[in-house]
């Protein structure tokens, strides 16, 4: 009964020690499909204004591309139209307002933007 007894308590002993490691693994390694809970310093995000997406759309709109009007909102019908204009001109199709979409759109960037 004694041998039992040590047996399961060694059993369980291990098992928790088994787990405790592998939660401390997790927060500071990354595995596949798992994110980290270790953080990584993004760049600045790139972000199109309100003028901008409104000369965007009223470009997509010239070209049948957009029906809706120069709302200045990124909306779906615009990221549609977007994806369609940069499949078009053989730009990476994100259906976002990116720099080289505006540069190709011949949309003046802002200085913060340039400096991207």
């Known amino acids: 009964m004694k ?6 308590l060694s059993l369980s ?15 500071t ?4 499909g798992v994110r ?8 600045p995000v790139f972000r199109a204004n309100k003028e901008q997406v409104n000369q ?9 591309l957009y029906s809706g ?20 001109e053989g730009l990476k199709v994100t259906g976002t307002l990116n720099k080289s979409t505006l540069e190709k759109m011949s949309i003046e960037l802002t200085d913060k933007q340039k400096a991207m």
């Open 3 to 8: 041998k039992l007894l040590t047996l399961t």
């Open 56 to 64: 965007a759309q009223v470009i997509l709109k010239a070209r049948g």
């Open 13 to 27: 002993l291990l098992f928790v020690y088994s787990i405790a490691a592998s939660a401390q693994d997790s927060s």
């Open 36 to 43: 980290s809970t270790v953080s990584r310093k993004r760049g």
């Open 69 to 88: 009007g120069a709302t200045g909102k990124l909306d779906a019908a615009t990221r549609a139209g977007l994806k369609e204009y940069q499949r078009a």
């Open 29 to 32: 390694t990354s595995k596949i």
